[in-house]
């Protein structure tokens, strides 16, 4: 018998619901995802667990790949579908070159761009906070600022501390440079023995964080789009007047 009752249509997998809800496969693959509204398009990049560098790490260490985020960000600059970037970050540190190129990307990307420290930002996650132009963090979150460190077999010379004074010297610079600390508190708080942070250093909450002028301001999720949101209006208007100007 031929049942001539036509199925009911599954909204799920209905493609014209489906085209206007974001992929979940770059969520998947990248910890990131595009939303588009009548505000524009934004970007929201996730970074998270231990940056990995040149080492791959375990399967059940959570990480951010370099390799990933690299040319993700160089795409993101040179699209002209994407407004703005918002990087959510989660971060427990990890390899200090590849979390130090992955901030110079940022910080050198022309397009607004907006931080979210939630949960923690520790080690070299502190200068991938402080690399877009817009720097938030979450009341609860914290951010745990120390000197390089490194595990296993080193090379017992008095060049090898050079060598670890040099790559300090990059972070702090860069740290200094992209926020309103000095020089001079930076260290100290890297140094102090006060928190215990593993041997030296110290550890700032989200309002700490503010005060010492790492991070701009205190926020959360709708905060740091409201922010966003604003510098892409910006940015619009000043590509309007000067398509103006050019005409007459």
């Excluded at 619901?17 to 929201?44: W, Y």
């Excluded at 520790?122 to 120390?146: E, R």
């Excluded at 501390?161 to 508190?185: C, D, G, M, P």
């Excluded at 991070?215 to 000067?242: F, H, P, V």
Aim: glycine share 8%; charged share 20%; proline share 5%.
């Amino acid at each position: 018998m031929t049942d001539k009752i036509k199925p009911t249509q599954d909204k799920d997998n209905d493609p014209t619901t489906l085209s206007e809800q974001p992929s979940i496969q770059p969520i998947v693959d990248l910890g990131s995802t595009t939303i588009r509204n009548s505000r524009g398009t934004i970007h929201c990049l996730t970074i998270v667990g231990q940056i990995e560098g040149h080492m791959v790490l375990p399967n059940t260490t959570k990480a951010t790949k370099y390799e990933h985020v690299m040319p993700l960000l160089a795409a993101l600059e040179e699209t002209e579908e994407i407004d703005g970037v918002l990087f959510l970050l989660n971060t427990v540190g990890g390899d200090v070159e590849a979390g130090l190129a992955i901030a110079e990307l940022i910080s050198g990307m022309t397009k607004p761009t907006v931080s979210l420290v939630l949960g923690g930002g520790h080690s070299i996650g502190v200068p991938l906070a402080v690399a877009p132009k817009c720097t938030m963090i979450a009341p609860s979150a914290s951010m745990t600022i120390h000197p390089v460190r490194t595990n296993g077999m080193t090379i017992a010379a008095p060049q090898t501390v050079h060598y670890f004074e040099r790559l300090q010297e990059r972070i702090t610079q860069f740290v200094v440079k992209n926020s309103h600390i000095s020089a001079e508190t930076l260290t100290e708080l890297m140094m102090s023995t006060q928190d215990m942070a593993a041997d030296v250093g110290s550890v700032l909450y989200g309002e700490e964080a503010v005060e010492y002028g790492i991070i701009d301001r205190l926020g959360g999720l709708s905060d740091a789009l409201s922010c966003l949101y604003g510098m892409m209006e910006k940015n619009k208007k000043g590509k309007q007047t000067r398509n103006t100007q050019r005409k007459t």
